[in-house]
């Protein structure tokens, strides 16, 4: 079970990036969903109703990656020292992540059923190497 926490937390660290990045990224450089809607010229093929609840819908995902970008990463590099407070972040992490789908979800399952299994539990009160 070892080796599937330390891949999760690998994995955690990495989408955390990936997400912080995309958000910032999108929101920094790019003015976020509407300024891509703009720099495309969408107006002119979709109803501005439509593009609202695109611009809406898809600003909400940046932000929930934004914000589950950070205690991925931190809990992730804790997951790699089996702390127990990263334990249970990254459930917390874990079950957010089920809304993102389809990869968030694929992860979050991953992540619940590496972390809630009987064999992961002995890790983090008595870490390998200790």
């Known amino acids: 079970m070892e080796m599937h926490v330390r891949n999760f937390a690998v994995l955690s660290i990495v989408l955390g990036v990936a997400g912080l990045l995309t ?36 600003n909400v995902m940046l932000i929930v990656w934004m914000v589950l970008g950070l205690p991925s990463i931190f809990a992730g590099l804790g997951l790699m ?28 399952l991953y992540g619940l059923w590496v972390l809630m299994s009987p064999e992961s539990e002995p890790l983090f009160t008595q870490p390998p190497g200790d």
């Open 23 to 58: 958000g910032l990224i999108t929101f920094v450089f790019l003015g976020g969903v509407d300024g891509l809607i703009s720099a495309f010229d969408l107006e002119a093929y979709i109803d501005s109703s439509l593009l609202q609840l695109i611009s809406v819908a898809t």
């Open 81 to 108: 020292r089996y702390s127990p407070w990263a334990r249970v972040v990254m459930l917390i992490v874990s079950a957010l992540n089920l809304i993102s789908i389809p990869v968030g979800t694929v992860v979050g």
